[in-house]
């Protein structure tokens, strides 16, 4: 089996499948530092993104809008009104947004300058934009799924739109991309396929395909990445694997342990691709397959038992991030922010997210969102933006 850095995390990581023995890691390096805490004037913050120095995030209810600050300092440097769907998207010198208009069920996309907020050009329709996922860039267009079955595309330059499908199934509004090519966990109206792939400049289907798990059952799937070439999505209890190119199948897994010959279920968090595997979460482990093969390359056992729910991964360079919130009575239903090494490291740290309060006595309201910075992260916990030098 071909080695990947991520077969380095701990001593003993290589296995036949899931029920082989575990290894916990071990913190290695102490708690990283805040360099500041802010306390917003809204609550449910969306996802966030950061370039030129400048964080964007938002409101997802009530008045809300959209936020910029400085990375360095914290400091607001613009706001848009209307709550935001499905967090921003960025490129030097730009943040794109899709706000509540107030008016009905109409929202509006934006391309606004990443220093001043000021629009570039704005598009509104009916219903625009999805909870799930914020717009992606490709290939000079700006592609969103909207909750009406719509998805869209806009040119980058003009905000004119340049291509849409009506009538989608969609499984799930978070779309990837690569090569020129966006990929979504549904079908075009008509079609029986349920993961698809679309040109992104003409919006032409360039392959579609039929999500048929390790059982032979069909169904819509979630939790789609794409790298190196091979596109992975989540169906129940499987992880199934495609040419990114053709749609052709790759591989398909089973990724639920087997129990006296039953399948048991085994609930995961979304996918992370680094180091060449595939990496998940179960409450009680974290998990990685290899990218190009689907065999098991690592399981080991989480510092505590997490409320999947709350579980979070986010990837960064050879650092995989987990936010979640420990399951038990006490102080172990509290949320923290754990630092695990892709280098072989395991644990580096774990940070308590939330703070205590005659509410809350061991700070268990979970982190969402998850944004790696150059030399830092930040991270939101209910009505509050932190930023971590580690």
Known sequence: ??????????????????????????????????????????????????????????????????????????????????????????????????????????????????????????????DLGNHDGPPLLVDGQVVLVSRNRVISAYEDATGARTWFHEGVRICDGKLSAAGGLVYFSGGLAGSEAMLTALNAKTGATVWSAKLVTQSGSTGCGAMTVVDRGIVVIGVGRDLLAFDAKSGARRWGRMVAPTVAGRAQDLALSQLVVAGGAVLSASPTSLLGWDLETGATVFAFALPATMELSSVRLTGAEDVLYLAAKATGEGADRAAYLYAVSLAGRGLLWRHHVARTDKYDTVGSWPTRYVLPLKDALVYENSQRLVKLVP
């Open 1 to 126: 089996m071909r080695k990947t850095p991520l077969m380095m995390l701990l001593v003993a990581v290589t296995i036949p499948g899931l029920c082989a023995a575990q290894s916990s890691p071990t913190a290695v390096h102490s708690e990283p530092r805040i360099a500041w805490d802010l306390t917003l004037r809204y609550r449910d913050v969306s996802a966030m993104a950061e370039t030129d120095g400048v964080i964007v995030a938002g409101n997802t209810s009530g008045q809300g809008g959209t936020f910029a600050y400085d990375a360095a300092t914290g400091r607001q440097l613009w706001t848009v009104p209307g709550h935001i769907r499905g967090g921003p998207a960025v490129q030097p010198g730009f943040a794109y947004t899709v706000n509540d208009t107030r008016d009905r069920y109409r929202f509006r996309l934006a391309k606004l300058a990443i220093n001043t907020g000021k629009v570039a050009w704005s598009a509104t329709e009916e």
